[in-house]
């Protein structure tokens, strides 16, 4: 896990039912989103910090590596995947279980407008919560489709295809395909070096504008929506906030569908140092 979301849910039912449960976490990560560690360790689940080759740091891509790893070792283990990446079948089951968000957005979008969202936007790292909007208007050609990247892990608008961890995308990676480049970004769960294999594809069928925004544009976009609509976003939704403000000035009386994929308790600590003395004020 990036965001550490995908955790607590997975940690809450197998308190349920009580099963054992083991998360992957990037150091930096486990950091950035201590919130949400907390709750996973309430819920019983133990949370396992990863580094990358340096011993130092460790991203989303680090965890991806150590519960790929863990998973192969251990045929007792089930791997919950959180995203759509890694091997096949995950990427489909990821997509099949997360595209109860596009069709909720339909059946809602018909019955208040009577008519279709003349754009769809969502944040994408791996690509789960975007593939979740977007799946069940792939066919709607009259839909435009917008995935907003982190402006330093934007693999799909600046990466090349190669293949790891089980699946072939676009990458932001070495020359040679050997490694993957430094990646960064505000939010932790798009911070990510690649995308799924599924939107490989609908980029390469020009199907979804991948795009990118900028940590700064996230962190405007994420305190308009506090002090307009009192609506607390995770930094992850305010990428594709960002765009959906850009989009909107340029689409004046059309209808625009911005995903906001995640609640921003986690990252309030962070907001808290970005802002210093502008809150007392």
Known sequence: TGAGAHLIATAAACAKFNLPCDGYMGKDDIIKQSTNVLKAKLFNSKVVECVDGTGKKGVLKDACTAVLKAWSNDPDAYYCCGSTIGPHPFPRIVQYAQSVIGREIKQQILEKENRLPDAIIACIGGGSNLMGAIHEFLDDSEVNLYGVEAEHSAALTNGSVGIMQGF??????????????????????????????????????????????????????????????????????????????????????????????????????????????????
């Open 168 to 281: 072939k995308s676009f990458m932001l990676q070495s020359e040679d395909g050997s490694a993957t480049l430094p990646t960064s970004s505000l939010a932790s769960g798009i911070n990510f070096y690649s995308a799924g294999p599924e939107h490989a594809y609908l980029k390469s069928i020009g199907r979804v504008n991948y795009t990118y925004a900028t940590d700064e544009s996230a962190f405007e976009a994420f305190q308009m929506l506090c002090k307009t609509e009192g609506i607390l976003p995770a930094f992850e939704p305010s990428f594709a906030l960002a765009k959906t403000i850009e989009l909107a000035k340029k689409m004046p009386g059309k209808i625009l569908v911005c995903n906001i994929c995640g609640r921003g308790d986690k990252d309030i600590d962070t907001a808290e140092k970005m802002l210093g003395e502008k809150l007392d004020k």
